[in-house]
């Protein structure tokens, strides 16, 4: 079957970027995405690419040369859905706040209401296709609500998880390691519908980086993938205090492990801690399956990435304080980045929000500075957390779209983002402006220690104290 259109539901940091390399990609292909967000919608059609949603490097050239053309934006989901052949369900999936499950399962709520969105308005047979993450056997979860509620038209779930890194998203699509598709290739409708969606990817990916598998393999791959991911980071980070307390390099470890070409040299980077959408969902999505299923030692081992993340933010918001005479109440505490990563806006998860909320419970002043990260959105963040009142965050962490002016007159430095601006600042002048004496307590170990320490900053970065 040749795939002349398709709908995405939900346009943000997956379907947007994903959906506008398919059309780039495949100009005979319709692509529409659609969102209940109308706000969000507007902004992906804005004339002004610079006021596209999300923040994303070389997103804005692909949208412009697709958008109106073959890739479209829009709200109007039902007729999206019953234009198309073809449909990705790439809504949210956030960790449950309530009920059974809570803070460890993924809430399904927004997947189901697609599936029975879907059911309702189709009226020709669809290839569904789970885009978002989600834990093992949603396909039939889906599968059952499409057949029983639906009119009688005959649906094909695959699952295609989305192995987009943010910041570097536009390049994971465009040289993918690989494309998973998960499909039922016992009978014939679900061989054309796994063929069907290999057919769109090869215009672009070569085969043998196209790999199909059964739709529960390729839903537990996408877990496990990030799971292995932030171990290494937790891992690392593990080490890290280890190095604190016996004076060994944690970039020397991390280099002399990273040759060994069975371990590899990604993932190796000590910081303050992981963020983002995935990896806290993930595995607690993984340790909550495990649990289910009454696999206690697997859910334990699991959780373990977890805790070690958790106890690395703490620590350094901990280190911060004691090395401020142990009271920060009334200091100046100055971030340098507040995304959960270079290069998004994403603030999701960020251990920036975790580390001011330590803060700010000890009374301190933060003054932060992100080069893409808006201050409603770190109020949001901080307001999420429900620690202290709205007005108590607005009045105590201030957001400042100049870095010297949030640095001027600060007691430290936190940095929290590795943006690579932040290493080309003129640290002379920021040093100057600051209170004696200077700290900088790094937590992404980008900036040149020795010159710091040459200038008169106290530098402490992770693994160095
Ligand atoms: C991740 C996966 O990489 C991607 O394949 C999946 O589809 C979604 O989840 P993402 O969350 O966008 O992508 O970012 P990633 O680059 O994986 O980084 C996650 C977090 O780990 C960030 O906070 C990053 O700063 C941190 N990290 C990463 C480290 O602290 N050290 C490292 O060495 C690598
Ligand atoms: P991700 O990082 O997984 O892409 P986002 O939160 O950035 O997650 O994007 C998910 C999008 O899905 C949001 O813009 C949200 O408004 C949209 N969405 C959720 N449920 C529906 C639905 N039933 N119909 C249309 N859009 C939806």
Same mark, same amino acid.
């Given at each position: 079957?040749?795939? %002349?259109?398709?709908?995405? &539901?939900?346009?943000? *940091?997956?379907?947007?970027?994903?959906?506008?390399?398919?059309?780039? /990609? @495949?100009?005979?292909?319709?692509? =529409?995405?659609?969102?209940?967000?109308?706000? !969000?919608?507007?902004?992906?059609?804005? +004339?002004?690419?610079?006021?596209?949603?999300? $923040?994303?490097?070389?997103?804005d050239e692909v949208v412009n040369e697709a958008r109106g053309r073959n890739l479209f934006f829009s709200n109007e989901v039902d007729k999206a859905i019953d234009e198309a052949q073809m449909i990705f369900i790439s809504v949210n999936t956030p960790t449950k706040t309530y009920g059974t499950g809570k803070g460890m399962a993924a809430d399904l709520k927004y997947v189901e209401l697609c599936a029975r969105q879907i059911a309702k308005v189709a009226k020709s047979d669809k290839i569904v296709v789970e885009k978002s993450t989600l834990p093992v056997k949603t396909a039939e979860a889906i599968q059952n609500i499409l057949d029983n509620t639906g009119n009688g038209v005959n649906f094909e779930i695959l699952s295609n998880p989305e192995f987009l890194a943010e910041g570097t998203a536009m390049r994971d699509l465009a040289v993918p390691d690989r494309v998973l598709i998960g499909g039922d290739s016992s009978t014939d409708k679900g061989k054309k519908a796994i063929q069907a969606l290999v057919d769109i990817y090869a215009s672009w990916v070569p085969h043998k980086n196209i790999l199909t598998t059964n739709v529960w393999s390729s839903e537990l791959s996408k877990l496990t993938a990030n799971a292995f991911l932030a171990q290494r980071v937790s891992s690392i980070n593990s080490l890290s205090e280890l190095c604190e307390a016996t004076g060994a390099d944690i970039q020397e470890v991390a280099k002399a492990i990273g040759m060994d070409s069975r371990i590899g040299p990604k993932f190796l980077q000590a910081s303050v801690g992981f963020g983002g959408s995935c990896f806290?969902?993930?595995?607690l999505n993984l340790v909550y399956i495990s649990k289910t299923l009454g696999l206690n030692?697997?859910?334990? $081992?699991?959780?373990?990435? &977890?805790?070690?993340?958790?106890?690395? !933010?703490?620590?350094?918001?901990?280190?911060?304080?004691?090395?401020? *005479?142990?009271?920060?109440?009334? /200091? +100046?505490?100055?971030?340098?980045?507040?995304?959960?990563?270079?290069?998004?806006?994403?603030? !999701?998860?960020?251990?920036?929000? *975790?580390?001011?909320?330590?803060?700010?419970?000890?009374?301190?002043?933060?003054?932060?500075?992100?080069?893409?990260?808006?201050?409603?959105?770190?109020?949001?963040?901080? @307001?999420?957390?429900?620690? !202290?009142? %709205?007005?108590?965050?607005? #009045? *105590?962490?201030? =957001?400042?779209?100049?870095?010297?002016?949030?640095? #001027?007159?600060?007691?430290?430095?936190?940095?929290? +983002?590795?943006?690579?601006?932040?290493?080309?600042?003129?640290? /002379? $002048?920021?040093y100057k402006n600051m209170q004696k004496p200077a700290f900088i307590f790094d937590g992404r170990n980008i900036l040149d220690r020795e010159v710091l320490e040459s200038i008169g900053f106290t530098y402490k970065g992770i693994g160095y104290l």
């Open positions: 079957m040749e795939i %002349k259109s398709i709908c995405c &539901i939900g346009a943000g *940091y997956v379907g947007g970027p994903t959906m506008s390399v398919i059309a780039q /990609k @495949n100009q005979n292909i319709k692509v =529409t995405v659609v969102d209940l967000n109308a706000q !969000r919608i507007s902004a992906w059609n804005d +004339t002004d690419l610079n006021n596209l949603p999300i $923040y994303e490097p070389g997103l806290q969902k993930d595995i030692d697997v859910a334990d $081992y699991w959780h373990q990435v &977890i805790l070690m993340n958790n106890h690395q !933010r703490n620590r350094f918001a901990k280190n911060i304080i004691k090395t401020l *005479y142990s009271t920060v109440n009334g /200091k +100046t505490i100055s971030f340098l980045g507040w995304a959960f990563k270079k290069d998004t806006n994403d603030t !999701r998860e960020s251990a920036a929000i *975790y580390v001011a909320d330590l803060l700010l419970d000890e009374k301190a002043t933060i003054k932060v500075f992100d080069p893409k990260v808006t201050a409603a959105q770190m109020q949001l963040d901080l @307001n999420y957390l429900n620690t !202290r009142t %709205k007005l108590e965050n607005a #009045n *105590y962490l201030k =957001t400042e779209s100049d870095p010297y002016v949030a640095l #001027n007159g600060a007691h430290a430095i936190a940095v929290l +983002t590795e943006w690579n601006e932040f290493q080309s600042y003129d640290w /002379k $002048y920021i």
